[in-house]
Each structure stands twice: as structure tokens, then as C-alpha cells.
Nanobody
Framework: QVQLRESGGGLVQAGGSLRLSCAAS????????MGWYRQASGKQRELVAR???????SYADSVKGRFTISRDNAKNTVYLQMNSLKPEDTDVYYC?????????WGQGTQVTVSS
């Protein structure tokens, strides 16, 4: 079994920054893809950014140039650096990781951006 522990969410003013972290633990041999998603109440969960084991990244158009995803394979951790935050970035953010063909979700962390 794999456990994901997210941290770093909170309340920030527009234009500010936050850094999310998601650490995986448990029965891990190798983590492949890692990513961050977000979901507002009543809406579908959407991809924010993802990163392959080799470091290839992709981003949602709405966050390109503002958010940066990275990972530390030695620590089984994925990060999301969020800069120039906007009120529309307010959501619950979830990490997702692939371990030997299975996907696991974190519990979610709230990000609130005030105008």
C-alpha cells in the first residue's frame, strides 16, 4: 500500500506564492508519473501539471509560466511551486502518483487566493 502526504496549502493574497509538497511512503519500488490536479466544489477534477520519472513536464494552459512542477526521486516527493497566484486558482489540490502501474491520490490540500 502507498500513502501520500500533502502539505503547503493555505491562504494567500493574489500575486503571492505557495509551494505544495506530496511525499509518498509505503510499498514503493519505483514511482513513475507524478502530478497535481485541482478541483472546485461541484466541478470536475482537472490536471494542473505532471512530470515523468525522467523529468518531462506538461502544464495546463491556465498555469503555464506561473506554476512549476518538480520531483525528488530520492525522497519520493513531488512539488508544485505556484507563483503569481490568482483568485481563480482557489481550489483543493490533489497529488497523484503512479506506482508499478497503479495510481494513488492524496487527500487534498486547500489553496485559497484572496483578491
Amino acid at each position: 500500500q502507498v500513502q501520500l502526504r500533502e502539505s503547503g496549502g493555505g491562504l494567500v493574497q493574489a500575486g503571492g506564492s505557495l509551494r505544495l509538497s506530496c511525499a509518498a511512503s509505503g510499498s514503493i519500488f519505483s514511482i513513475n508519473g507524478m502530478g497535481w490536479y485541482r478541483q472546485a466544489s461541484g466541478k470536475q477534477r482537472e490536471l494542473v501539471a505532471r512530470i515523468s520519472r525522467g523529468g518531462s513536464t506538461s502544464y495546463a494552459d491556465s498555469v503555464k509560466g506561473r506554476f512549476t512542477i518538480s520531483r525528488d526521486n530520492a525522497k519520493n516527493t513531488v512539488y508544485l511551486q505556484m507563483n503569481s497566484l490568482k483568485p481563480e486558482d482557489t481550489d483543493v489540490y490533489y497529488c497523484r502518483v503512479e506506482v508499478t502501474g497503479r495510481w494513488y491520490w492524496g487527500q487534498g490540500t486547500q489553496v485559497t487566493v484572496s483578491s
